[in-house]
């Protein structure tokens, strides 16, 4: 069986620094330019630089996006870029426009090039085509079955490797190329500012009654048409495994810290049980799916694995997400006393019963003893987002433990 990897998003440093910690192999980051997501907050190239230092450190690689589909005026600001990334130093670079792959052959020929999923990589051919041109990697398309996969494995080399997603948000569009958005809202996809028309609600004008809204239904439960469930693949592991997939990759640049310490922590469990052990891994199934059923989701799919989706793999009543539990922060460092000192992320109060998230696994329930400025000052509530403040817990904390907090009844979000 094949080395699996296990590739985790990162928006900013701090959400790498925790995709690290709680067991990813490689992550995944977009620069400031050329990425697919233009609202993510992305990184500097310093920040770049502080961040492949990090994961280097703990034997993890760090690649970045260069995946738009570029316009002519993009080319030379692309040579530029690739100058100071080969600075830098990263381990490889994901890429689908061919213009911005010779380009990066020719500027960084030492760099690993992965060819991203929005180059539509549907067949064997597309694979045996790639490698011929110098990349290590494909990307699969989203569109493709598991059955699809192993007969590409099959007629491609055998040291060329695989990246297939294993859970995240499902593209309404063919691998990701959409022009809804730059339609409805002049916001081009392919650029990396989509505005998520798929997740809008439609109606109908007729032509000759302009106001009078009609509502689409695609059948009797709502006119959501685009609304795609999120892919999750926790139960099936050993499928994916054994399919000869190299990389398992996780969709989620816009996501907290929370979500991705959540998925990357669960995954690399299941992994790793599997490895040790299938009998482990069918043992440990229902501790997998509840702790993915923590993360903030859309309800799950298993996408086209298994044969193209029914009407069941949408969402027809709403957009929003459903959220589980509350992100409060992440512990950066602790005093002599145990204290901790964190960013608060969202409101709790002193005397409240919270969680705490450790990398190993474990999950304590414990009551939030105290609060306090950083300057020292006691307070009932942390009712300011991003105060830096103190929190007696009462247990042993390290750094980048994390605190959420259950909620009563799931919260929707837009």
Known sequence: ????????????????????????????????????????????????????????????????????????????????????????????????????????????????????????????????????????????ARELSLQEIRQIRENIPEEMEIESFIHGAMCISYSGRCLLSNFLAGRDANHGACSHPCRWKYAVVEETRPGEYMPVYENERGTFLFNSKDLCMIEHVPEMMEAGIDSFKIEGRMKTALYVAAVARTYRRAIDDYLEDPEKYRKNLEWYKEEIGKCTTREFTTGFYFGKPTEDAQIYRNSTYIRNYTYLGSVERTDETGRCLLEQKNKFSAGETIEVMKPDGRNLSVQVKGIWSEDGEPQESAPHARQMIWVDLGCELRQYDILRRREPEAVHTA
Do not use: C
Request: net charge neutral; proline share 3%; charged share 25%.
């Open 1 to 140: 069986m094949r080395k699996t990897e296990l590739l985790i998003p990162a928006g900013s440093l701090e959400v790498l620094k925790t995709a690290v910690v709680y067991g990813a192999d490689a992550v995944y980051i977009g620069g400031e330019a050329f990425g697919l997501r233009a609202k993510a907050k992305n990184f500097s190239n310093q920040e770049i630089r502080e961040g492949i230092r990090f994961a280097h450190e703990r034997g993890v690689k760090v690649y970045i996006t260069a995946n738009i589909l570029a316009h002519n005026e993009d080319l030379a600001g692309a040579e530029a870029y690739f100058k100071e990334l080969g600075e830098i130093g990263p381990d490889a670079l994901i890429i689908s426009d061919p213009g911005i792959f010779d380009i990066a052959r020719r500027i960084l020929p030492d760099v690993d090039i992965h060819i991203s999923t929005q180059a539509n990589n549907t067949n064997y051919g597309t694979y045996q085509f790639w490698w011929r041109l110098g990349a290590k990697r494909v990307v699969s």
